[in-house]
């Protein structure tokens, strides 16, 4: 019997039970969840990292995005506001679609 210890989406269980399967879950306090959220993170990320075809990307890209809304809403943020922040970034800071390297900046 495969062991996970991982969190995982909401209707997971429902999915391997509908597979014929049993599986054993537990609820994750708050401290453990946003622990386990960024742990998830992290293995989306690099899920992404390794992804060699668009789609792949794509869909990891997407499972980054989930996380970011369970994130933000823990940090006591809608989407709406993080999408907010972001915007207000862009206006002062700019995107990262000109693709600018920086190499060094002059000290006085």
């Known amino acids: ?3 996970y ?3 995982v989406r909401d209707k997971i269980p ?5 597979d014929g399967k049993a599986c054993t ?4 306090s708050d401290q453990e969840y946003e622990k386990e959220l960024k742990i998830k993170l992290n293995e989306e990320v690099n899920e992404f990292l390794e992804a060699n075809k668009t789609e792949e990307a794509q ?3 997407a499972d980054i ?3 970011i809304h369970a994130l933000a809403h823990i940090n006591g943020a809608s989407f ?3 999408e907010r922040i972001r915007r207000e970034k862009v206006s002062k800071r700019g995107t990262f679609n000109d693709k600018i390297f920086l190499i060094e900046v002059e000290d006085d």
């Open 1 to 3: 019997m495969p062991v």
């Open 80 to 82: 709406k506001d993080i």
């Open 5 to 7: 210890n991982k969190l």
């Open 65 to 67: 995005l989930e996380l």
């Open 25 to 28: 879950t537990r609820i994750l």
């Open 59 to 61: 869909e990891e890209l």
């Open 14 to 18: 429902a999915i391997i039970e509908a």
